[in-house]
């Protein structure tokens, strides 16, 4: 009996197969799934793949799996394409016991282990997901790297870019931030960073979010620009938890569980502080993520799994068990 997880996101997408008992048997990595970015034939080898490889690791074949949750980037925004999407999944399975979700649905479930509350995510793109005490789920923000994403990995990646061009100029003065970018890609021209964003970064969305950490970087100089940045960053992820409370009935009595995924989170309280600042005025709670998405998945296909056939477990203990059981997937991600 196995439970699969999958959680999709703009640079990887993460297998993980957990027992009945929350003991991680086999977790694997493969390259982004996000099927506008790849392509739908892409995206079924590399879900194919995945699991393939997951069931392998645990020495288990594909109809061992009891229930999955696959957590995927652009599910829900697109009818058609969700109906596509869910097709694939289930020639793969070869079985209709799973569920197809947005990758938010994955993040919320990892950071608040399956129960009511809100989850951010500031990945390559930014989303945000709820669900209250009755069930009912809303989401925010996420409208794609045109349109919006405001507070994501990519999106910093260019404001990151914005400030270089602004400095080397001089429309800006010089911060820690221009050395960073200058050190960072061996620039001997300021002019030579052109040809890094379009041969080196090619102009694409994951490849330009994978330079966000350099503000990090710049920020631990006391960059003030960076420090900027990360504030609005804060804002940005405040105005999305603020909608999906307004969006969803939270007991008022209670204080609303907020949390957060994905490797923006990973400047720590250079994000995290203006964005609980942000937040004073709501009734909530802000805590550290409890699961990886990942592993968030597997415990939501379980659970959804066990809902189906009105059982009942122990979740508290699975919770432990898997905690401790994803300790080096931590380290991995």
Known sequence: MYYLGVDGGGTKTAFVLIDK??????????????????????????????????????????????????????????????????????????????????????????????????????????????????????????????????????????????????????????????????????????????????????MKRDKVASIAPLLYKAALQDDKHAINLYKKTGYEHSLTVKAIINKLNFNERNKILVSYSGGVFKAGEYVLKPFKEYLNEENVNLIKPILLPVTGAALYAMKIDDEKNIKVRDYDKIIDKIQNEERKIRRES
């Open 21 to 202: 008992d929350g003991k991680i048997c086999s977790y694997t990595k493969m390259k982004s799934c996000h099927y506008l970015q790849v392509g739908l034939k892409t995206f079924e080898e590399i879900i194919k793949k995945g699991i393939k490889k997951a069931c392998n690791l645990s020495k288990c074949n594909i109809d061992d799996i009891s229930y999955s949750f696959f957590g995927l980037p652009g599910f829900g925004e697109n009818k058609e394409d969700e109906i596509k999407l869910i097709k694939i999944v289930e020639k793969i399975l070869d079985s209709k016991k799973f569920q197809c979700g947005n990758d938010v649905e994955a993040g919320w479930a990892g950071s608040l282990a399956c129960e009511p509350g809100i989850n951010i995510v500031g990945g390559t793109g930014a989303i945000g997901f709820g669900k209250d005490h009755s069930g009912n789920s809303a989401r925010a923000s996420g409208w794609g790297y045109y349109c919006g994403d405001e507070g994501s990995a990519y999106w910093l990646g260019k404001k990151l870019i914005s400030y270089f061009t602004k400095e080397a100029d001089g429309r800006l003065t010089k911060t820690p931030l221009y050395k960073v970018v200058k050190d960072e890609f061996d620039l001997k021209r300021d002019f030579d960073l052109i040809t890094v964003v379009y041969e080196e970064l090619e």
